[in-house]
């Protein structure tokens, strides 16, 4: 059974390059064109399940995807507390205690007011394990962080957190299979039918 992740379209804050996991930004015109692009590999696919983030960002992106499903708490992007809204320049320059300690331990400190990487990990693994049972395949409308906790997931460690990048509109694909977890496409323009 195939899970594909599609990260949603740009924001505004993407653009400007702020962290902004839990505001509730909106798509911006390239994040909307973004998406439009991405729904084309999605025609003619079947999903058993549709499941999606429940900030306007991801539920934007997959009603330009014509696909409807349940949100999911799990799927929210990292809260990053007293970062949330500004560049890592900025938190460097407000914060510079704090910007220091996450820099230094990047997947435990939780940064104040908000959460470290292993918490937003073990969130995205336990999304992962509820899929166990699934048949048919699943599409997740969620963020960069979120699809990158489900790819550490194959390895049982928030520590490839840094390996990947992901980027807005682009599909990646795990597989479960007889009790193995596989990747299979990372970032991928279109789905080439993998399903």
Known sequence: MDIVFVRHGKTEMNEKKKLGGITDSPLSLAG???AKAARQSLVGIEFGRVYMSPLKRAVQTAEIFKVSGE???RLREMNFGIFEGLSYEEALQMYPKEAKSWAEDLINYRIPGGESL?????????FMDSLLEEKDPVLVVTHAGIINCAL???FG???Y?????TAHCRFTT????SGFRYIKAVNAAELYKLL
């Open 118 to 126: 292993k918490d937003v990990y073990e969130r995205a693994a336990a």
């Open 32 to 34: 909307t064109e973004e």
């Open 152 to 154: 550490c997931s194959i």
């Open 71 to 73: 949100t999911d708490e």
């Open 174 to 177: 795990i597989s479960l299979e």
């Open 157 to 159: 460690d928030p520590g």
């Open 161 to 165: 957190y840094y390996r990947f990048s």
